[in-house]
């Protein structure tokens, strides 16, 4: 994938981060703490459902995409036993006598729980087109059809404004399903010739069950990170209050800045690094991705640290605690991102059962922390425990695929790893001064250059180089 392909794909993530960052303030002035707060909900349980009902033959797909010819029988052979058993389940659910939305929101409607039966059936099938796309390497049809949903609910949520209308949960529920089935008709044009092509094409049943071996492990660790990323949401659903989940909701959401980064990084990667495995490239070629990458997640983590005040100046004053809790909820994203490629290993020799394995660990620790944490310190005690179980999470993937591949230098990665953590979350626990938080990033950056310097100068040369032309 060239450099013109990876722009191509990182428009979207850049844009709908910038239009997120523009949308949170907004939603933060209109809606309620608790109305935002139950809106996650809504985003846990979305994840959910695609996590399980993918069944791992998301990732199936993209590790085979390369290795087979009739690529229209694979998608339907991966696509249509998680799309059976979710609608199979969504039945069920009907049938049952039980109110989905006042278990969830708080609130007992009909409307809200049509509202997240569609959210979970457009993101599923969204899901699978939005794959054909980035196997494609049609970066601009992808970056678009995730920024037009951005985009659709920010203008939804400003027609509240102009017309009048009442800030209420529902009518949030409204446009967050309307951006969705946006997103949903634009995928199925960008995808028609391929969507025809698999309606008609036979599936290999031999293929299909070497894929849903593949991929068993994967269910088990898509659930357990699953878990790993909600469950900080469900504690603070059951251990302190709506406010307080709407607060965190908030800082993640402006941890959209590190969301970019790994959202990038994980459509790129993944087709490239099995590209390379198959062609046989020199292990080495994926070495220096690492050392760049670490040295991302530094400069990302330290510039956030050394700006997170500024995020006070467009929030409500009951949003004052999300200056300190996004610094520690960069955790997620940053060291997720840097163990996709620190394990790459896990996925060219097909040891899927490692990252399960560190899902679990990840998750035991995530609940401990969790439980222990958000009765006394709320919101932040949830980032809290959700950083420790990432940096886990990321140390067990990063030695793991160290020993079952090639191993790489890690000292210099984990130690610079350690200190932003440690500071993170040591401004949530003692309240001090912003000049002293400033500082403290500053020096981590620093350390960070010294570090990686010759992958910080070679850097600024490609970028040199590519200004000039």
């Not at 425990?385 to 079952?404: D, N, P």
Request: proline share 3%; aromatic share 14%; hydrophobic share 55%.
């Amino acid at each position: 994938m060239n450099l013109n392909k990876i722009l191509s794909f990182s428009i979207g993530p850049i844009a709908s981060a910038a239009v997120g960052l523009i949308t949170v303030p907004i939603i933060a002035w209109l809606f309620s703490p608790e109305d935002i707060g139950r809106l996650s909900m809504l985003q846990v349980v979305v994840s959910f459902s695609l996590l399980l009902f993918s069944l791992g033959l998301d990732q199936a797909y993209v590790r085979e995409y390369h290795e087979v010819i009739d690529k229209p029988a694979l998608l339907k052979a991966v696509f249509l036993p998680g799309w059976l058993m979710l609608l199979a389940a969504l039945i069920t659910l009907a049938l049952y006598p039980l109110s989905v939305s006042q278990l969830l929101f708080g609130i007992d409607s009909i409307l809200l729980t049509g509202f997240l039966v569609s959210a979970v059936l457009l993101s599923f099938l969204s899901r699978f087109m939005s794959l054909i796309l980035r196997m494609q390497e049609r970066g601009l049809a992808y970056s678009m059809s995730q920024l037009l949903p951005k985009i659709l609910f920010l203008g939804v949520v400003l027609s509240y404004v102009l017309f009048d209308v009442k800030a209420v949960f529902e009518n949030l529920m409204m446009a967050n399903t309307f951006s969705l089935f946006a997103v949903f008709l634009v995928f199925v044009w960008n995808t028609r010739k391929e969507l025809s092509s698999a309606l008609v094409s036979s599936i290999d049943k031999t293929k299909q069950n070497y894929m849903i071996r593949y991929a068993m492990p994967l269910i088990g660790s898509g659930v357990a990170f699953w878990g790993l990323t909600a469950m900080d949401k469900f504690f603070l659903r059951g251990l302190s209050t709506f406010h307080e989940l709407g607060v965190y909701s908030v800082a993640l959401s402006f941890a959209s800045v590190a969301l970019v980064f790994q959202a990038i990084f994980s459509v790129v990667w993944v087709p490239v690094v099995y590209k390379w495995a198959a062609e046989g490239e020199d292990p080495n070629k994926i070495k220096k991705v690492i050392a760049y990458v670490s040295l991302a997640v530094t400069l990302i983590w330290s510039v956030a640290g050394m700006f997170s005040w500024a995020v006070a100046w467009i929030l409500p004053h009951q949003y004052e605690k999300v200056q300190y809790i996004l610094l520690v909820t960069m955790a997620y994203p940053l060291l997720y991102t840097l163990s996709e490629a620190t394990g790459v290993g896990i996925g060219i020799k097909r040891k899927t059962q490692y990252s399960l394995l560190a899902a679990i660990f990840a998750l035991i620790v995530n609940m401990i922390g969790n439980y222990f944490l958000i009765p006394v310190y709320g919101a932040a005690g949830a980032a809290i425990a959700s950083a420790l179980a990432f940096l886990l999470f990321f140390v067990v993937k990063t030695e793991a695929s160290a020993r079952l591949w090639v191993t790489f230098p890690r000292f210099k990665m984990y130690g610079i790893i350690l200190l932003l953590v440690s500071l993170s979350i040591s401004l949530n626990l003692i309240k001090i001064p912003f000049s002293m938080i400033l500082g403290g990033y500053f020096a981590i950056l620093l350390i960070g250059l010294l570090l990686y310097k010759q992958q910080a100068f070679e850097g600024c040369e490609l970028l040199v180089r590519k200004y000039k032309k």
